[in-house]
Structure formats: C-alpha cells, structure tokens
C-alpha cells in the first residue's frame, strides 16, 4: 500500500514537498515513480527513481524544478516541486513498479501498485 500526503493549495513561484509512504518493505526494492493527471486530462509521468537511489528521470515540464528522492529505511519517495506554476494543478499519484529495480521507466501501464493521490494547487 503507498499513501501519498503534502498537497495542498500555493501560489505561483512556491514550493511544496509530497511524500509518499510505503506500508511494507518490498516496496524499497523497487523503481519508484510520480504521476499527476489534470481534471478531464490522462495520467502523465512526472519523475521516476530507481531502488538505490542512483538514477532518476524527470519529464521535461518539470525538469529543474522538481527533485525525486527516497528514503528506503524509512521507506519513504519524495517529491521537492519548487517555481511551481498553475500548470503543475493535478492530482499526484505515487507508484511502484515491481518489473525494474535499478533501471526506470515513464510508462504508467509497467507500474503495478498506487496510492489514492494528493491534491496540488497553485494559484497564479
């Protein structure tokens, strides 16, 4: 089970940081990804990390603004979103995918398990 938390309501140019929470320990083992979808709009990638930590992917609309990281004694992935603009607006969904351990991926479908999404906002 992954619960995500951190959302919430900002302005333009702030900074939020999600969490997501993993319930049992298989999870650190695993490539783990973020998501976001606007309302009446498909699920997109937003930033992916590998079991270790050593390697991360970003999509290019967030690319210098957001860093992924994790935590796997705390089992723990994070999400840093900074300048954050109205278009980052979504429900933000953290994922695991159980396929892949050093290597990632942007495919929503290869993910296997997800959390139930926090609310951003960013007011402009």
């Known amino acids: 089970q992954l619960v995500e938390s951190g959302g919430g309501l900002v302005q333009a140019g702030g900074s939020l940081r999600l969490a997501c929470a993993a319930s049992?320990?298989?999870?650190?083992?695993?490539?783990m990804g973020w998501f976001r979808q606007a309302p009446g709009k498909e699920r997109k990638f937003v930033a992916a990390i590998n079991f270790s930590g050593s390697h991360t992917y970003y999509a290019d609309s967030v690319k210098g603004r957001f860093t992924i990281s994790r935590d796997n004694a705390e089992k723990m992935v994070y999400l840093q979103m900074d300048s954050l603009k109205p278009e980052d607006t979504a429900l933000y969904y953290c994922?695991?995918?159980?396929?892949?351990?050093?290597?990632?991926?942007?495919?929503?479908?290869?993910?296997?398990?997800w959390g139930q999404g926090t609310q951003v906002t960013v007011s402009s």
């Open positions: 994922a695991a995918d159980l396929g892949r351990t050093t290597s990632i991926n942007r495919d929503a479908d290869e993910y296997d398990y």
């Open positions: 049992e320990t298989t999870f650190v083992s695993y490539a």
